[in-house]
C-alpha cells in the first residue's frame, strides 16, 4: 500500500490523474489522503527554501506502508540548490514538491499534462528508493538522477528492466 498525502492545498483531481502512472509502475493500491498541514517552522529564510529533511522529519509514516507527502513549496538538503524530491527508506517516507515541476517557475505557461507527468516521474522515483532502488546509469529510467528539469523531461515514467528486476 502506498499512501500520498497532500500538504497544505494541492488539488485532488490533480492527484487522482497521476496516481494512475505511479498504479501502473508499482501495481498497488494507492490512496490519497485528507491535506495536513505543513511544517512551516523548517523554512530556511536564507535560502528562501525549506529543508526537506527536517520537513520529514516532523511527519510520519503511515500503518507500515509507503508513504508520499507532496508539496508545493520549494525543498533543498544540505550540499544541493534544490530538490525535486528526498527519501527516507529506512522510514519509509518520502517527499516531493512540484514548485519546479511547474512551466510557471520557468517562465512559461502553465501546462497540466506536463505537471501531471513530471509529477508521476519524481513520485514513482522516490517510492523506488524507498523499495531499495538506487539512482540507474540508464538515463532514460525513471530512477536516473534528475539534476535539472531536462532530465526529468528527458526519462521514461517507466523503471528499466534492470531495475524492475531488483524490486520482483
Known amino acids: 500500500m502506498i499512501y500520498i498525502i ?3 492545498s494541492i488539488d485532488i483531481d ?3 490523474r497521476v496516481k494512475i502512472f505511479v498504479e501502473e509502475v508499482y501495481k498497488e493500491k494507492i490512496l490519497i489522503e485528507k491535506e495536513i498541514k505543513f511544517p512551516d517552522s523548517c523554512f ?7 529543508d526537506a529533511e527536517c520537513v520529514l522529519g516532523k511527519l510520519k509514516s503511515y500503518e507500515n506502508s509507503y508513504t508520499l507527502y507532496i508539496t508545493d513549496n520549494d525543498l533543498y538538503v544540505k550540499g544541493l540548490n534544490f530538490i525535486f524530491g ?3 527508506p529506512w522510514e519509509k517516507k518520502s517527499i516531493v514538491s512540484i ?12 501546462d497540466l499534462n506536463i505537471l501531471i507527468l513530471r509529477t508521476a516521474k519524481e513520485i514513482i522515483h522516490e517510492i523506488g528508493h524507498l523499495k531499495g532502488l538506487s539512482h540507474c546509469s540508464d538515463e532514460n529510467c525513471v530512477m536516473y ?5 531536462y532530465d526529468t523531461d528527458y526519462k521514461d515514467y517507466k523503471l528499466c528492466e534492470n531495475c524492475l528486476k531488483k524490486i520482483k
Open 99 to 110: 514548485k519546479r515541476l511547474k512551466e510557471s517557475f520557468y517562465g512559461k505557461k502553465e
Open 6 to 8: 497532500p500538504l497544505n
Open 145 to 149: 538522477f534528475s539534476n535539472s528539469i
Open 14 to 16: 490533480f492527484l487522482e
Open 86 to 88: 528526498l527519501a527516507l
Open 44 to 50: 530556511n529564510s536564507l535560502r528562501n527554501q525549506y
